[in-house]
């Protein structure tokens, strides 16, 4: 290893990413000749206009260490270290500084053998400006020296949270849907439901509710979380609630004793799917609240209904260990909109969860259509900190159908993936809760695949609503669906053909020429924000190479599905970036 130190006073906590300042090289920049080599130290221009070698302590030191075997990074690399004293090191939260490639201004790539005794140029302010290098395309001769532009970027790339990322790579999940109203006469009205008070609460009364058949369906689908209906437009609560009397204890089913909420959980935690809630605030037909407001049925006070929602939440928060998501179904208005404090009670007790949604924060973003899908590009950044819901969102984001809900938009400053939602009984209807007779609008298997390509593989995450009968059972027949939609899922994508990962411009995978795929997979390390703004992938067959696809976003997963061929290679070149591409994973697989 062959390291050089400087000393700058970084950004504390974040340091510095050398591989998102890393700007194409202009071809000038290459300076070689037999007897032309650099090393030393950074270097500084004075007040003098000079360059000057210069040292000077800060709180933090760093060091460009050559990692060429990838004993350290796992890559070979410019690795960048950082020390408090000069004395004890360790690797930054942004190790690798540059990959051992050379990527030139007309877009060609240069693969290098050596790329060591490394300095750097500041500017005037005190920020690197300049990387300059030793470089070697073998190991005997072209050796040159490189200078590399760098750019602290202007506005850094939006990162997800924990609980964003976690969500993003749970890629499927469950909306359970159950009320007061799955048991009404007739089939449910929406319009009505939000204004008609269900005054007899006894006819909750399922025969078999089984809230681990509920979870187990939803695990064969291939889900990971799932959200259950707690309180919705009727107004009833599916918990033992001690502030609100319209709950599970006003009913003699259970002998007024069950909590279906701490029901769903422990079933959730029994087959290791992670637990979601969904509030509704916005809509109370029992207290005679309408979007979000009381109104002159209400025989409650505005601001006595927003003390209710803020205990409730409270309840629910404390009451049954870690949530994964809280989904408040038509946002949730905070104090400045005169509605209750929700946020602040969720961030309190619930920091790890998924916030979905209100004016203040949205962690996600509903896909602007109930069809299970978004278009392609689809962004996770977003323009805004927050959406608005439906019919309450702002002209920028409602017009052009949500086309901003649906692609989002590259140069966001906020970190808000896409959710694409639809009920498993959606084909040819639109039913979120269970009606007799209608399991002729259960998806069809190739329905579902595509569903899932056109929102995992846009990246979006899909989330399926399914809905128990009034026996308390999700229906056999939307069971057995699940169970063959997951099944299909995981038939292509268990198994890769082949796999690989890079932090590279250009990656290639070499495949047995004599095996059929039809799928290729790419995924970036979201965790660095998305990087890519243009791709190309091509195969190579009989020694040539060839397009298979092109395209722009890829995020946490890109899914192109191809006619069945075989190859003896497949290549990635991201052909635009913002920083150094970090792909987690270029995969090929078969489906047949």
């Known amino acids: 290893m062959i390291g050089v130190g400087f000393t700058h006073n970084a950004q504390a906590g974040e340091g510095y990413d050398f591989s998102r300042m890393i700007q194409p090289v202009p071809m000038h920049a290459r300076l070689e000749h037999d007897d032309w080599f650099t090393w030393g130290a950074s270097v500084l221009r004075g007040e003098d206009g000079l360059y000057h070698m210069f040292y000077c302590r800060w709180p933090k030191t760093y060091a460009l260490v050559k990692d060429h075997v990838g004993r350290i990074t796992g ?301 392609y590009p689809c962004w996770a950044t977003f323009p805004y900190v927050s959406t608005g819901a439906g019919e309450s969102a702002g002209k920028a984001i409602s017009k052009n159908g949500f086309a901003l809900l649906k692609q989002g938009d590259p140069n966001g400053t906020f970190w808000m993936p896409a959710m694409s939602d639809a009920p498993l009984r959606g084909h040819g209807g639109h039913e979120w809760f269970w009606e007799p007779g209608d399991e002729r609008l259960i998806y069809p298997l190739d329905r579902l695949v595509d569903m899932y390509d056109r929102s995992v593989g846009n990246n979006s995450t899909l989330i399926l609503g399914i809905t128990p009968n009034t026996r308390g059972l999700i229906p056999e027949a939307d069971v057995k669906r699940l169970q063959e939609f997951g099944q299909a899922i995981r038939s292509t994508f268990s198994h890769p053909i082949a796999k690989t990962s890079a932090n590279a411009y250009r990656i290639e995978l070499s495949l047995d020429p004599n095996t059929d795929f039809d799928t290729v997979v790419i995924q970036e390390d979201i965790q660095q924000g998305e990087r890519v703004r243009q791709y190309c992938l091509e195969i190579r067959q009989e020694g040539a190479w060839h397009t298979l696809a092109k395209g722009t976003c890829i995020g946490h997963k890109r899914i192109h599905r191809l006619p069945l061929q075989q190859a003896e290679a497949v290549r990635l070149t991201l052909e635009k970036t913002m920083a150094l591409p970090m792909i987690k994973q270029m995969a090929v697989y078969c489906s047949e």
């Not at 090191?89 to 990959?99: D, E, R, T, Y």
């Not at 269900?198 to 909750?204: H, L, P, V």
């Open 75 to 375: 890559s070979r690399c410019l690795a960048l270290f950082e020390s408090q004293d000069g004395i004890d090191w360790q690797l930054s939260n942004h190790g690798l500084a540059s990959p051992l490639q050379v990527l030139w201004e007309d877009g060609t790539v240069m693969q290098l053998q050596n790329l060591e005794r490394a300095q750097l140029l500041f500017d005037e302010s005190g920020e690197p400006v300049m990387l300059y290098a030793a470089a070697a395309e073998d190991r005997n001769q072209h050796a040159f020296n490189i200078h590399i532009p760098l750019r602290v970027p202007d506005n850094p790339q939006p990162r997800p949270r924990p609980a964003q990322l976690a969500w993003q790579e749970a890629e499927l999940g469950v909306l359970i849907c159950y009320e007061l109203h799955t048991f009404n006469e007739g089939r449910y009205n929406q319009a009505q439901a939000r204004v008609t008070p269900i005054t007899d609460a006894n006819q909750f009364s399922p025969t078999d509710l089984d809230t681990d058949q509920w979870v187990k369906a939803a695990r064969d689908a291939g889900a990971r979380f799932a959200i259950l209906t707690a309180s919705h437009e009727s107004g009833f609560r599916l918990w033992q609630s001690d502030v609100n009397p319209y709950c599970l204890k006003a009913v003699t089913w259970g002998d007024g004793k069950r909590d279906i909420v701490r029901e769903f959980v422990t079933s959730c935690r029994k087959f290791g799917i992670k637990p979601g809630i969904y509030l509704g605030t916005r809509w109370n037909a029992q207290l005679g609240v309408y979007d979000f407001k009381v109104t002159d049925r209400s025989t409650i006070s505005q601001d006595a209904y927003n003390r209710l929602i803020e205990k409730e939440v409270e309840e629910i928060c404390t009451r049954y260990g870690p949530w994964f998501e809280f989904w408040f179904d038509g946002g949730a208005h905070g104090p400045d909109q005169g509605g209750p404090d929700v946020l602040s009670l969720v961030e309190r007790h619930q920091p790890q969860a998924v916030f979905y949604h209100n004016l203040q924060r949205a962690d996600a973003r509903w896909g602007g259509s109930e069809s299970g899908t978004v278009p």
